[in-house]
């Protein structure tokens, strides 16, 4: 990462502060030993406010000599996504100037200043990435330091900088245009990533996914032209392995629906149906930069949902990896179909745990809205460990049932099961307990629907839409899987 960070002990005052876009943090026991509390207080009196307001709401001023000035308090009750929110907030005025450099001040107990200082540092980092945009005039620019004030960390916010660093390249992906991301030109992009970090690199393309009988993957693929759907496979493989983890994605490039065709309104943003995948290259990429003592196999599944001649269609019957027959019911639930053959190829290396990523149902937003990601596991106490690393992390995910008599709905006259129902109701879960039926060797198990991968205004720690969630969600996780002997 380009951004610079300085860090110094000595706390900030008005003469030792330089810097044009400053950000004081404060702890709520220190209301009254921090720079330009005049300034501040002439702003909350003139807004009726006082300044126990600063942990609801951050205040922005511009003082004399031109500089902006945001402060903001983080009580040590709040949790990391309250926390990491009310940054962003704050961070929001400074960055909108786009500024070459950043301060941070941080006050309180030395516990207090450590909490809010990577988070801070963590805020700013994901606010100063410069992500696509094909304006004409962009003028939004990286900052180029960062510099805080209060204390220092001897670790120089690695993790946080790891963390960012995977899911700036989560957000990047996801926000490239269709034409700028199809099959053929982010299986490139993939192959390229896994010469830089040192990952071993596998495709299975059309040609050999028909030879090996994934018929669950080529049904949609050969909706395509070109055919250039394939399944990626990275492997990560430090030195020392404690743990042997598969990182599954969906990687649908643009969703048309296929034969059951999507209406504008909702075909719109399809191209961000890869978003799995590239969570699941964030977590890869993040991970590889902690050096975590992890085997990670990453499993893409890589493909667009199109309509032509070869297009799959509704009552079609066809045959996954693992022999298993589906009837086809509705030609856009397409995202199951492909991960169904990726997860049996992941799980017949065996991992101690598997992670699955996918933007995979409409039920789950219904459920959640885009605050929250819903996530469902064939272990109850994987289902634990994942809210509470959510939690952890501010990225919020909430577990739904597995319970094997929804499976009934997928009862097929002609087929081992049906690939969904037509009523809708809980397809979120319809379509776990789909693909669980392709899990080989009964490997724990963890599938997160990404119902907040994009939301308006930003969402916990990021401001652009597009937010990168699920890659400091599943960091967490696989540092909680090193501290857990069996799920």
Not at 283 to 308: E, F, V
Not at 400 to 417: R, W
Request: proline fraction near 3%; glycine fraction near 6%; include cysteine.
């Amino acid at each position: 990462m380009a951004i610079k960070i300085v860090q110094k002990r000595n706390l900030a005052t008005e003469k030792n502060i330089k810097g044009s876009h400053l950000l004081f943090v404060l702890n709520d026991a220190i209301l009254k030993t921090f720079p330009f509390i005049k300034e501040l207080d002439k702003k909350l009196k003139r807004t009726h406010k006082k300044i126990a307001s600063l942990a609801k709401e951050p205040v922005t001023i511009e003082i004399q000599d031109g500089r902006l000035l945001s402060f903001v308090i983080l009580d040590k009750k709040i949790n990391t996504f309250q926390r990491h929110t009310l940054l962003r907030k704050a961070i929001q005025p400074l960055i909108a100037e786009n500024p070459e450099s950043l301060v941070l001040s941080v006050f309180g107990d030395e516990i207090s200043k450590e909490m809010n200082a990577r988070a801070a540092v963590y805020v700013a980092l994901m606010n100063s990435q410069t992500l696509p945009s094909r304006k004409k005039e962009n003028i939004k620019k990286n900052i180029k330091s960062i510099e805080l004030l209060g204390i220092e960390l001897k670790d120089k916010f690695s993790e946080e900088i790891a963390v960012v660093t995977g899911n700036t390249l989560t957000r990047e992906l996801t926000m490239l245009p269709p034409n700028e991301l199809t099959p053929t030109i982010y299986r490139t992009k993939i192959k390229s990533l896994a010469k830089s970090n040192g990952w071993k690199f596998e495709e299975f393309d059309m040609a050999k996914l028909k030879k090996m009988g994934a018929g669950s993957f080529v049904a949609v693929g050969q909706g395509s032209e070109p055919q250039d759907a394939a399944i990626v496979h990275l492997t990560y493989k430090p030195k020392q392995i404690k743990k042997n983890i598969a990182v599954i994605g969906k990687g649908i490039c643009f969703d048309t629906g296929g034969h059951n065709l999507k209406p504008a309104r909702y075909m719109h943003g399809m191209h961000e149906d890869m978003n799995g995948s590239a969570v699941s290259l964030g977590i890869l990429l993040s991970a590889t930069l902690l050096k975590l003592p992890i085997q990670i196999d990453c499993w893409l599944a890589i493909a667009q949902n199109h309509i032509g001649p070869k297009a799959y269609k509704q009552n079609d019957v066809v045959k996954s990896l693992n022999g298993t027959s589906i009837e086809i019911i509705h030609t856009d639930a397409e995202g199951r179909m492909v991960l169904a053959d990726t997860l049996t190829l992941a799980s017949r290396l065996k991992p101690d745990m598997m992670m699955d990523f996918a933007t995979l149902t409409g039920s789950m937003a219904t459920a959640l809205g885009d605050r929250y990601s819903g996530i469902i596991s064939n272990r109850p106490e994987l289902s634990c460990l994942a809210v509470g690393a959510g939690s952890e992390a501010g990225e919020r995910i909430t577990a739904f049932p597995f319970d094997e008599d929804y499976e009934e709905d997928l009862d097929s006259s002609i087929a081992d099961i049906k690939q969904c129902t037509l009523e809708g109701g809980a397809d979120h879960i319809h379509a776990a307990r789909f693909l669980h039926r392709f899990i080989e060797n009964n490997v724990p198990w963890l599938h997160t629907d990404l119902s907040s991968s994009n939301r308006k205004g930003g969402l916990g720690a990021a401001l652009s839409e597009v937010n990168g969630f699920g890659v400091n969600f599943g960091i967490h996780m696989l540092k909680k899987s090193l501290e857990t002997k069996a799920y």
